[in-house]
């Protein structure tokens, strides 16, 4: 089970983090990925991360911006979002996918069979 929390209203150019416990999910062998969604939009993924750690990938529309990380030990994955724009303004989702190797990550949905309910994050102008 994912549980996202974290999300909330900020203004532009502030900082958010979001967390996921993902118990079960965060072995070397679950890639982990951050999504998100806005109204009217299909869902896309903005950051992931390989099981070992080892390998990210970032949309190029957050890249430089925000941050994916993962604590095997507490079961945890975060994503450290700066310099928040409105056109991030989403419910933004957080998802694994197993990974016999450890060393990929994701970008498509498809892969991913696990999934959290969302957490809404808003950002004002």
């Known amino acids: 089970q994912l549980v996202e929390s974290g999300g909330g209203s900020v203004q532009a150019g502030g900082p958010l983090r979001l967390s996921c416990a993902a118990s079960?999910?965060?072995?070397?062998?679950?890639?982990l990925g951050w999504f998100r969604q806005a109204p009217g939009r299909e869902r896309e993924c903005v950051a992931a991360?390989?099981?070992?750690?080892?390998?990210?990938y970032y949309a190029d529309s957050v890249k430089g911006r925000f941050t994916i990380s993962r604590d095997n030990v507490k079961d945890t994955v975060y994503l450290q979002m700066n310099s928040l724009k409105p056109e991030d303004t989403a419910v933004y989702y957080c998802?694994?996918?197993?990974?016999?190797?450890?060393?990929?990550?994701?970008?498509?949905?498809?892969?991913?069979?696990?999934w959290g309910q969302g957490t809404q994050v808003t950002v004002s102008s």
């Open positions: 991360i390989s099981g070992n750690g080892g390998s990210t």
């Open positions: 998802a694994a996918a197993y990974s016999v190797t450890g060393t990929n990550y994701y970008i498509q949905q498809t892969r991913y069979s696990y």
């Open positions: 079960g999910r965060t072995s070397s062998n679950y890639a």
